[in-house]
């Protein structure tokens, strides 16, 4: 466990926006930030963070939380490995108490692949600078054959893994790193002769693949050998720290050129994207060889909705990888295409080019894609009708990938021109096969969109439809209104009506005198901490004080950060627009809200307390070993308990009148 002074040294350190952009491109809103959310897929924005309050809220999928909670949920880690990813970028150094056996036991296997992937990372790296085998190799072909300088290497971490077959497993598994993880992670296999470890990428050099935070979670390995029986590349397998389908080559080192400039660069290898760094051109990133998925687009979306496709000169897949970009069309990307000069690939062009050349030319190259499909398949078609017939039902394919209606009717009528054939029937084709492919799923779509604008509607004027607990309501529901009152409103007044006197009450005091001085035990966990927690600052600070927000936001418990930060941000994050002044709307003021509905909830939640009481003791009456003194006992609480739920109803009646 990390010691709480620590903690709270990392939660001062910790700057939401920065962090949170490390993974999504945020942009101003008033004093906030907006963006489409990472959690799940939307076009319009609805993730909203707040850095005043240290806080983010998605108002489409309801995630909301802290910096800390972000990487927990961003990166699938634990709360601890969270707050070690923040002091690590902080520079705060951690101290935690000896785990115990079973806290040993549990570290989670995950973790274990990652630190060993690290390792390997680093050896490799090692390997081939200091090494005579790594450096006569390894480094003499990035060197020398392909052109890349020491602060290329270094950067992307390459290496060479010894030629000689279990010279990593080895010095892994004396350096103290468990074969199970060395298996999992896919850098060693184990040979069915003896049982013994060899390494799958021996003889190549190393690509390490970085996640989005940095972390190295596959391998690509390249020979140098020219035996055509030995696969070029060989890449890290599919496990529970790496699915190729969610990775992005070079995603890492390319995020933040990404943001600025608001546009990505694919291509296809390693080398592709080494060459343009090096170049000076950053916003690059690769599928290493591996169809475009669906997660690799969303996961690019999330920096930018522009891309530009750079296609080799003499590529024979161009065709076939244009089934790939009508995924980004689908993802409503933009999608422009540059092709390179005969002869040229992406890594040979940069080298042959100054950055300020590499970047002109990608410029007045490009093109947008659907253009580029069209004029493409019009050269193969060359005046025969049949292909031509072909070529339009291709092309209809594509622009019926685009969800924007807009969109499509400029594509369909550029496609019309270049193709010399009537728009209508172009609009009649798309539409048939928008139709024939998406079906009600279509208008589910727009119904969800309209639904978002809506939200983004209320949002705007902060106007929050707050539904009250009635007489129905669960303990959970009500235990839930109780504490949204502690945190919100706590410290805040209202003036009550007893009998012909308006009495001025503090909302914490009342709802802590009314429940047996905040001796009251909460059923749900998580509001029983908030409870607990506030009562402790509240009894420190006294009535009236304001209990700071960041308590509860930054607590240990992750589940009292979520919920803490859904209360705070019902609203908070907007204010009502003058807009309801104008139109002489009535907007309930706190101090109603609060006169009316801290009562009616403590009286709701004191009736199903002493409700629940009643039926125990009733229980208890039928117990036939109670003595006649137990028995008068029981009846004597019994007929308290009833003389309680008849004030408190009496008092639930006028309170709803």
């Not at 050099?205 to 020219?226: D, E, K, Q």
């Not at 055509?228 to 496990?239: D, F, Q, T």
């Not at 029937?425 to 589910?444: A, C, F, P, Q, W």
């Not at 809200?593 to 307390?609: E, F, I, N």
């Amino acid at each position: 466990m990390i010691d709480k002074e620590t903690v709270d040294r990392i939660y001062s350190a910790a700057n939401i926006v920065d962090i949170i952009g490390d993974y999504v491109t945020l942009k101003r809103a008033g004093v906030n930030y907006k963006a489409c959310c990472p959690f799940h897929n939307e076009k319009t924005p609805s993730f909203v963070v707040s850095p005043a309050k240290g806080v983010y809220k998605c108002f489409g999928c309801g995630k909301g939380g802290n910096a800390v909670t972000f990487l927990m949920e961003q990166e699938g880690i634990s709360y601890v490995e969270a707050l070690k990813m923040v002091a690590k970028r902080y520079g705060i150094e951690v101290h935690e108490k000896e785990l115990t056996e079973e806290e040993v036991r549990r570290n989670d296997n995950r973790e274990s692949m990652f630190v060993v992937n690290s390792w390997a990372a680093d050896y490799f790296t090692h390997y081939l600078h200091h090494e005579t085998e790594g450096q006569s190799v390894g480094l003499s072909y990035f060197r020398e054959r392909r052109g890349l300088t020491d602060a290329i290497i270094k950067k992307f971490g390459l290496g060479f893994c010894p030629a000689r077959g279990g010279r990593m497993s080895k010095d892994a598994l004396a350096a103290g790193y468990k074969e199970e993880f060395l298996l999992s992670t896919g850098l060693s296999l184990k040979s069915e002769r003896d049982g013994s470890l060899f390494d799958r990428f021996h003889d190549r050099v190393m690509f390490p693949v970085h996640n989005i935070s940095g972390r190295v979670v596959a391998f690509g390995g390249r020979t140098l050998r020219t035996d055509k029986n030995i696969a070029k590349y060989v890449n890290s397998p599919e496990s529970e720290i790496y699915s190729k389908k969610r990775e992005l080559y070079g995603l890492y080192f390319a995020k933040r050129a990404i943001q600025q400039l608001d546009c990505a660069i694919m291509v296809e290898g390693y080398l592709d994207v080494i060459s343009m760094h090096q170049a000076g051109v950053e916003n690059v990133v690769a599928s290493s060889g591996t169809s475009l998925t669906e997660e690799q687009i969303r996961l690019l979306s999330r920096f930018t909705r522009n891309i530009t496709v750079i296609y080799d000169g003499d590529s024979a897949g161009i065709k076939a990888s244009l089934r790939g970009i009508d995924m980004l069309l689908k993802e409503d990307m933009n999608v422009r295409v540059v092709l390179l000069p005969d002869g040229e690939d992406p890594d040979s062009f940069a080298k042959s080019h100054s950055s300020q050349e590499l970047q002109e030319f990608i410029r007045r190259s490009e093109q947008d894609f659907i253009a580029f499909k069209a004029k493409l398949l019009l050269e193969d078609a060359q005046g025969d009708p049949i292909r031509k017939a072909a070529l339009i039902g291709d092309m209809v394919q594509s622009i019926a990938q685009i969800p924007n209606t807009i969109k499509r009717s400029v594509f369909i009528r550029e496609c019309a021109q270049i193709m010399a054939i009537d728009e209508k029937i172009l609009i009649s084709e798309v539409g048939r096969k928008r139709l024939s492919t998406y079906g009600d799923r279509e208008t589910d779509e727009f119904i969800r969109r309209q639904t978002a604008l809506a939200q983004d509607a209320k949002t705007d004027i902060g106007v929050e439809f707050k539904s009250s607990v009635e007489a129905g309501s669960s303990n959970d529901a009500l235990e839930y209104e109780l504490v949204k009152y502690l945190i919100k409103y706590g410290h805040r007044s209202f003036e009550f009506k007893e009998g012909a006197n308006m009495v001025q009450c503090n909302v914490a005091e009342v709802i802590f005198d009314e429940l047996s001085d905040g001796d009251l035990t909460f059923g749900n966990p998580t509001y029983e901490k908030i409870r607990h927690t506030y009562y402790e600052e509240w009894e420190k600070q006294g009535v009236g004080v304001e209990v700071p927000a960041h308590i509860f936001i930054n607590h240990t418990d992750p589940e009292v950060c979520r919920l803490s930060v859904d209360i705070l941000t019902s609203d908070d994050m907007y204010k009502v627009s003058d807009l309801w002044k104008q139109k002489e709307i009535h907007i309930e003021s706190d101090e109603e809200m609060l006169a009316v509905g801290v009562p009616k909830a403590v009286a709701l939640y004191k009736t199903k307390v002493i409700d629940a009481m009643i039926k125990r003791l009733q229980t208890q009456l039928s117990d036939s070993s109670l003595s006649e003194d137990d028995l008068e006992q029981l009846v004597l609480k019994l007929a308290s308990l009833n003389n309680a739920k008849v004030m408190m109803s009496k008092k639930l009646q006028r309170l709803i009148i």
